[in-house]
């Protein structure tokens, strides 16, 4: 067996062989997947209402009729003016609709929880007025403009879709860079890399090889990710499949990079896996777009994620898997993020020492 | 004439204000073995470390196969075995497992250099399919000295070997290592263990970061010119702190089971035993001994 060929052998049977860590790199991004596309979702599916009414007329009762046979709400029953506080203090319910007698409407939200009351709001106002434009068919009624939206690529607003690629960003980094740079850490650690050292090897060489095993991984989970996403989450993938998986790959390479530059400024385990967690995980949750929209940071804020190659990972593959658009419309995430590879792999290289401190 | 296997010339070597090396100057020579005797924490793994090229002294230079550890140690890493004094090879891979990787990291296999590790490998061989961490230490140090020789090195460099290894063990691996030497390898060994010592061709006691003293085993301890007495019996504390009182007695400590008096030359044994016996102490024997090496190392210590 040639040198190249036993030294991947050799990093392989510690991973075949540290069976948990093996299980959670293996099994940890379908759990993540499937938690975020079906458990965790921001949409509001269930929202409790209550009606207060001081007469219960036939027009009000086909409007409560109307916002219940919507899937999205629970009619709690009709309530006296002065519960409404209550009711909603209580938690019973989540929004309260009072008909007053001058037949205007006044919709009470509770808004601790600011994305359910806006979400409820907008539904409640449409049925309510959809069901106003329909009692009012007979009089004329001009002022009513209802306008007409389109949810594209995403009709049904579905979060799993915007969940995917971010999941992707956050996985591949977190195997390829944390795992890279704790391993060969670890070889630092336990004085296995003293040995390695003072052998005719060139201990780069040894580390390269060290990244065979963890790239093969990644392969496996981004084609995991993938057929999960496509058959389970049913995610459209109605674009490039080619290109998904080209820009994944590079986004790969990068994150194997990253995990060796930590490894040389690292000597210690526990640093390399604070690093990678403090240093590389907050900022792809928080900066890459992946949770919070980047359009809605701070402005000091922006310019720091582009410095995020996730933002760059996720925007792109949103653009392939999602809109649907040819591999041309991403070139330019393509390049940044080549050309963020190309600078780690210089600066990590340009770092490793082959003696010690 | 081929060169010294290992020169070293003023080697220092400073962490922050600690000298952890103080001008070392030592010569091992073509199949010679050479022990570094000395405590822990008295710089014997840095030396190691430095002359196996792992890290950079600060000062002074040194030759290993004739070559110098500064410029040319690409080269020297394929001339030189290394086992560190931890345990450095990888737990959750075989015996086998374990040998094949360093032969491949040498760029050899395990039948080119057999004849050179068979003694050894053959007390492993029974264990090969075994991982390396369920070993004992005995049989860990056998699998590490293998893996170190499988490229045939010209110079070993073994940093405390025996330590943390049973007895008997310790023994086979010091007959194994004089084995090795036969076939031609030089070979720097150190140890806390004075026992070991005699072993070696020559030793250099080493505290401090210094070395106090170089010589045959037996040369060192010819140097020690005081006479030396072993004193025992009941309440050993009290008969340290009662004899390091006496006037002719220029040192006294505590040596295995009993205590060793370093005496000057109108020392009388015969009073002082009969000192401590007026004292109260009981079943008092006092001889005169020989000195070991740890007796000139502790004599060198306390003149240090």
Not at chain 1, 332 to 357: H, Q, W
Not at chain 2, 78 to 99: A, Q, R, W
Not at chain 2, 259 to 267: G, M, Q, R
Request: proline content about 4%; overall charge neutral; aromatic content about 8%.
């Amino acid at each position: 067996m040639t040198g190249f060929a036993s030294f991947v052998k050799k990093e392989s049977l510690h991973i075949l062989r540290d069976k948990w860590t093996l299980l959670i790199i293996l099994i940890f991004p379908i759990v993540e997947l499937l938690l975020f596309g079906f458990a965790i979702s921001i949409e509001i599916k269930n929202i409790n209402f209550a009606v207060s009414v001081p007469h219960r007329t036939e027009a009000i009762r086909k409007q409560v009729e109307q916002i219940s046979s919507n899937p999205y709400f629970t009619f709690r029953g009709y309530i006296s003016g002065n519960e409404v506080d209550k009711e909603l203090r209580s938690g019973k319910s989540d929004a309260v609709v009072e008909f007053s007698k001058d037949n205007s409407v006044l919709i009470a939200l509770d808004a601790s929880n600011p994305n359910k009351a806006m979400e409820g709001a907008g539904y409640l106002q449409s049925i309510l007025m959809s069901g106003n434009s329909n009692a009012s068919e007979t009089t004329s009624n001009l002022s009513s403009i209802i306008p007409e939206t389109h949810m594209l690529y995403n009709p049904q607003m579905n979060s799993a879709y915007n969940f995917v690629p971010g999941i992707m960003g956050l996985i591949f980094i977190l195997i390829c860079a944390m795992m890279t740079s704790v391993s060969i850490v670890r070889e630092k650690e336990t004085g296995t890399m003293d040995v390695l050292l003072v052998s005719p090897v060139k201990p780069i060489r040894i580390i390269f090889a060290k990244m065979v095993p963890y790239f093969t991984l990644s392969c496996i989970n981004l084609a995991c990710i993938l057929f999960l996403a496509r058959y389970v989450l049913k995610v459209p993938m109605s674009g490039n499949l080619g290109g998904v998986i080209g820009i994944s790959l590079l986004y790969l390479s990068l994150a194997l990079a990253l995990g060796l530059l930590i490894s040389t400024v690292t000597s210690k385990q526990i640093t390399a896996l604070i690093i990678s967690g403090m240093l590389l995980l907050l900022p792809i949750i928080m900066l890459s777009g992946m949770v919070f929209p980047i359009e809605n940071m701070p402005a000091a804020l922006k310019p720091l994620t582009y410095i995020v190659p996730a933002r760059w990972y996720i925007s792109a593959i949103r653009k392939l898997m999602i809109e649907g658009l040819p591999f041309k419309y991403v070139l330019k995430e393509f390049s940044v993020l080549l050309t963020m590879t190309l600078f780690l792999v210089a600066l990590a290289l340009k770092n490793f020492k082959d003696k010690m401190e | 004439m081929r060169q010294d296997a290992i020169e070293i010339n003023g080697i220092s070597k400073n962490y922050g204000a600690l000298k952890a090396l103080d001008g070392i100057t030592f010569n091992v020579g073509r199949g010679e073995v050479f022990g570094l005797i000395g405590p822990d924490g008295a710089g014997k793994s840095t030396l190691f470390r430095i002359l196996v090229t792992l890290i950079d002294s600060d000062g002074g230079s040194a030759k290993v196969d004739g070559m110098d550890i500064l410029n040319d140690y690409h080269s020297i890493r394929n001339k030189i075995g290394y086992m560190p004094g931890k345990f450095s090879l990888y737990p959750d891979l075989t015996v086998e497992e374990n040998i094949n990787f360093f032969a491949a990291l040498f760029h050899v296999t395990l039948e080119q250099n057999y004849d050179l590790i068979a003694p050894i490998y053959k007390q492993i061989e029974p264990f090969k399919t075994r991982r390396a961490g369920k070993l004992s230490g005995g049989m860990k140090q056998k699998l590490a000295l293998c893996c170190s020789l499988i490229h045939k090195p010209d110079v070993l460099f073994l940093d405390e070997p025996t330590t943390g290894v049973d007895a008997v063990s310790r023994s086979e691996f010091w007959d194994m290592l004089l084995e090795l030497q036969k076939k031609g390898l030089s070979i720097l060994v150190s140890t806390p263990y004075m026992d070991e010592a005699s072993k070696c061709n020559r030793i250099a006691l080493i505290n401090g970061g210094k070395i106090l003293d170089i010589n045959t085993p037996d040369g060192i301890v010819n140097n020690f010119k005081e006479p030396l007495y072993a004193v025992s019996g009941t309440n050993m504390y009290g008969i340290l702190t009662a004899t390091r009182q006496e006037k002719e007695v220029v040192d006294c400590y505590p040596f295995g089971a009993a205590h060793h008096i370093v005496a000057s030359e109108n020392f009388n044994p015969e009073f002082l035993k009969q000192t401590l016996e007026e004292r109260g102490f009981k079943n008092i024997e006092l001889n005169k001994t020989k000195a070991g090496i740890e007796d000139v190392f502790i004599k060198l210590m306390h003149t240090q």
